[in-house]
Every structure is written in structure tokens, then in C-alpha cells.
């Protein structure tokens, strides 16, 4: 099993950063894609950004240009630096790792969410 553990979620008026992680711990071979996305109340999951093993990074149309999402495969890690936070980035921000566990299996597994909420 592969799990995915949030951290720096928080509270921050419009204008601020917040820096997200997430480590994936377990019985990991390889992961081949990480992303972000999140979900506000009333709305449907979207996706925020994503690196592949490679480094290619894509992003959502809402954020380009705000947010840069990188990887630390040494410590199988992903981050997520937001920059000029809009209160439409108030959200539970979800991480989720896609790869090979120890047994060369297909793995697609998610964390708890974190909770960002930006202030007007």
C-alpha cells in the first residue's frame, strides 16, 4: 500500500503563498505522476497541476502563473508553492501519486486533503 501524507494547508489573506507537501510512503517501486487538485464546497474536484517522473509539469488555466508544483523523488515528495492566493482558491487541496508499488503493480493513490482557505 502507498500512502500520501498533506501538510501546509492553512489560512492566508488574498495576495500571500502557501507552500503544500506531500510525501507517499509504503511499498512504492516507482511513481510516475503526481498531482494536485482540489475541491470547493458545491464544486467538483478539478485538477490544479501535475509533474510526471520526467518533470513535465502542467497546470490548470486558473492558476498558471501563480502556482509551480514540483517533485523530490529522493523523498518521493510534491510541492505545491501558491502564489497571489485569490479567495477562488479556497479549497480542500488534495495530493495523488500514480506508479508501480514493490510488486510492479499499478498503484493511484490519494491523500486526506488539506484545507487552504484565502481571505478577502
Known amino acids: 500500500q502507498v500512502q500520501l501524507v498533506e501538510s501546509g494547508g492553512g489560512l492566508v489573506q488574498a495576495g500571500g503563498s502557501l507552500r503544500l507537501s506531500c510525501a507517499a510512503s509504503g511499498s512504492i517501486f516507482s511513481i510516475n505522476a503526481l498531482l494536485w487538485s482540489r475541491q470547493a464546497p458545491g464544486k467538483q474536484r478539478e485538477l490544479v497541476a501535475s509533474i510526471t517522473s520526467a518533470g513535465r509539469t502542467n497546470y490548470g488555466d486558473s492558476v498558471k502563473g501563480r502556482f509551480t508544483i514540483s517533485r523530490d523523488n529522493a523523498k518521493n515528495t510534491v510541492y505545491l508553492q501558491m502564489n497571489s492566493l485569490k479567495p477562488e482558491d479556497t479549497a480542500v487541496y488534495y495530493c495523488?501519486?500514480?506508479?508501480?508499488?514493490?510488486?510492479?503493480?499499478?498503484?493511484?493513490?490519494w491523500g486526506q486533503g488539506t484545507q487552504v482557505t484565502v481571505s478577502s
Open positions: 495523488n501519486a500514480q506508479g508501480l508499488d514493490a510488486n510492479r503493480k499499478f498503484f493511484n493513490s
